[in-house]
């Protein structure tokens, strides 16, 4: 006999237990689950048809209040003009810079260095001015101070300074656009999951606290197994009886 789960109250022949039973001076074994044993399974069997019934052996923990204030604080940060969107937008502004040096334009563009001397003229000319003299010093002590060569020769110089000059700054300019566009990202990045620790440990610690309650409401339908994978074992779940009598 074995026990029949869809039928807790009933025990059915088991199909490869054996009965056998002789006449005579013969005798009879069987195997299937002892007399002794059968009121345990039975109460097993009660138990576990009292758990269905009460609908636990599907019972599914709710989220923790911890999971639920985690998550209303991630709705909190997710709404549209929250901070996250802020950081965001600061982002995508801060990486234009990025978008010009890709493009060739702002202060990447052909005509930056242009703009940036002219931006400087003021700057530029008070160099221009001093270097000017310089010039003129040394053509009048070599003796050609107001030739044609002499004149040629100061306005190339003058027009290279002007260049390098502007050239200068419109590199200064580039490397600390570009290098502030990326302390912007990637502060963004850092304050945005900075902000997220705290929603993130408080949705840990719900987490646990709800597989626990469901580890603590799972433990009956779990002993219930235990003790079944017990039964069904054949050093326990097996009986053999030999009975000896006349013919």
Do not use: C
């Not at 005579?24 to 019934?53: F, K, N």
């Not at 190339?156 to 656009?177: F, H, I, V, Y």
């Not at 610690?205 to 409401?217: F, L």
């Not at 235990?226 to 000896?244: C, D, H, M, N, W």
């Amino acid at each position: 006999m074995y026990f029949n789960p869809l039928s807790p109250t009933r025990w059915t022949q088991h199909p490869n237990a054996t009965i056998l039973r002789g006449g005579g001076g013969g005798g009879s074994s069987s195997s299937g689950v002892p007399e002794w044993l059968r009121p345990q399974v039975q109460d097993a069997a009660t138990a576990a048809t009292d758990l269905y019934d009460a609908g636990s052996l599907s019972h599914v923990e709710g989220l923790s209040p911890e999971q639920l204030d985690a998550y209303n604080r991630k709705l909190k940060l997710g709404e549209q003009g929250g901070v996250l969107d802020t950081l965001g937008a600061d982002s995508y502004g801060a990486a234009g810079a990025y978008r010009d040096a890709a493009a060739g334009k702002g202060l990447f563009g052909s005509n930056a260095l242009g703009d940036q001397i002219t931006s400087m003229k003021d700057t530029i000319g008070d160099a221009q001015m001093s270097q000017l003299g310089q010039l003129q010093g040394a053509a009048s002590m070599g003796g050609g101070l107001g030739s044609a060569r002499s004149q040629a020769m100061n306005s190339a110089a003058l027009s290279k300074t002007a260049g390098e000059m502007g050239a200068a700054e419109l590199a200064n300019r580039r490397a600390s656009s570009l290098s502030g566009a990326q302390g912007v990202i990637g502060s963004g990045d850092t304050i945005g999951g900075q902000m997220g620790q705290g929603i993130k440990a408080t949705e840990g610690v719900g987490s646990a606290i709800q597989q626990q309650k469901q580890n603590e409401a799972d433990a009956g339908y779990q002993g219930i197994q235990r003790l079944f994978g017990l039964y069904g074992s054949p050093a326990i779940g097996q009986e053999k009886v030999t009975s000896g009598g006349g013919k």
